[in-house]
């Protein structure tokens, strides 16, 4: 796959910055707005397309290796599983009477479980997601003749 | 019963472009539908005020759009071409009026008296002591989430999510099995593949 002229390159520059913190906020602040672990991860998968077919893959495989996409998928799986059985630990260790229930401690806690299994959910899909597409990018430059 | 009727138009809309997609002949007229049915999709989440759904869907139309036609633009059609069928499609076009009929007056259209609960009372939420007037009442004061969904998906749900995630990762895993570079063959030994 071709890159495409310098004015889509040149607005891709500028533009893409911009989705990824917005997939990035989206991703992170799924617990106070809407969005979420799976919306953030997919607008950040939408910046790498566009910056796969502004570009082309060539540029893109410099800055994403498969295998890399494959270990943060992994990653992200392994944080969602970890989260699950240290909430049930914390609710055991910390217990519902020990804190009082306005303890800035507490809040943070509480917050901190949605926040982990969203950031992981994200990480996990997205990997996921850029991986499948830049393997996809590397079958079609494999399969398509010279041009 | 304004939303109602709006959902009922755009759900016969999406039929109808569903219906172009797959009966045309050209490709390009197929995915533009396919993506016509799905921004569809995204107005009624909008609707029904689920604007959490609205925003992957609206993503992921827009990426599927672009694929496929970057797709199409590269690739030549080689699929073989099937004749065109009235009976079918008259059939087609039938069965999914009749459904549209049936799911018009089953919600209360035209005052009718519906057998399915008003548009946005599901009967679940209609008692007070019901597992779903617990999540919704509860839901803001347990989690202390501003996002209520969030709050009620990954909280009250989360080992449901655990699940869904370990799906999710199960597809991915497929993904890359389909797609990776050197594959392994049936019969050849390891130091070959």
């Given at each position: 796959m071709r890159g495409m002229s310098p004015i889509v390159q040149n607005m891709a520059r500028l533009v893409m910055g911009f989705v990824l913190i917005f997939g990035l906020y989206i991703a992170s602040s799924g617990q106070d707005a809407p969005g979420g672990g799976f919306a953030g991860a997919v607008i950040v998968l939408a910046c790498v397309v566009l910056g796969v077919l502004a570009f082309g893959g060539e540029a893109a495989k410099?800055?994403?290796a498969e295998h890399r996409c494959q270990m943060f998928a992994a990653v992200g799986a392994l944080v969602f599983l970890a989260v699950a059985p240290a909430g049930l630990w914390a609710v055991r260790y910390f217990g519902e009477n020990q804190l009082p229930a306005d303890s800035p401690f507490r809040q943070t806690l509480r917050h901190l479980g949605p926040l982990l299994t969203d950031l992981s959910l994200a990480v996990q899909v997205g990997a996921g997601l850029v991986g499948i597409f830049m393997a996809l990018v590397i079958a079609t430059r494999r399969a398509m003749p010279k041009e | 019963m304004t939303v109602e009727l709006l959902v009922l138009l755009l759900t016969a809309f999406m039929f109808l472009a569903a219906l172009i997609a797959v009966e045309t002949s050209d490709l390009l007229s197929a995915v533009i539908c396919i993506g016509a049915a799905g921004f569809a999709l995204c107005v009624i989440d909008l609707l029904v005020g689920a604007p959490d759904l609205?925003?992957?869907?609206?993503?992921?139309?827009?990426?599927?759009?672009?694929?496929?036609?970057?797709?199409?633009?590269?690739?030549?059609?080689?699929?073989?071409?099937?004749?065109?069928?009235?009976?079918?499609?008259?059939?087609?076009?039938?069965?999914?009026?009749?459904?549209?009929?049936?799911?018009?007056?089953?919600?209360?259209?035209?005052?009718?008296?519906?057998?399915?609960?008003?548009?946005?009372?599901?009967?679940?939420?209609?008692?007070?002591?019901s597992l779903s007037a617990q999540y919704i009442n509860g839901a803001q004061r347990d989690t202390g989430a501003g996002n209520a969904v969030m709050g009620i998906l990954m909280e009250y749900r989360g080992y449901d999510m655990l699940g869904q995630a370990a799906l999710i990762f199960a597809a991915?895993?497929?993904?890359?099995?389909?797609?990776?570079k050197v594959g392994r063959k049936r019969g050849e030994s390891e130091d070959q593949a």
């Open positions: 410099e800055l994403i | 609205t925003f992957p869907q609206v993503v992921v139309e827009v990426v599927t759009l672009v694929l496929l036609i970057r797709m199409i633009m590269t690739r030549q059609d080689t699929s073989r071409q099937t004749p065109r069928d009235t009976l079918r499609t008259a059939v087609v076009l039938a069965a999914g009026g009749v459904l549209l009929v049936v799911a018009f007056f089953a919600f209360g259209g035209l005052g009718a008296k519906g057998s399915v609960p008003p548009f946005g009372q599901p009967p679940m939420v209609q008692s007070d002591a991915i895993l497929g993904g890359f099995v389909i797609l990776r």
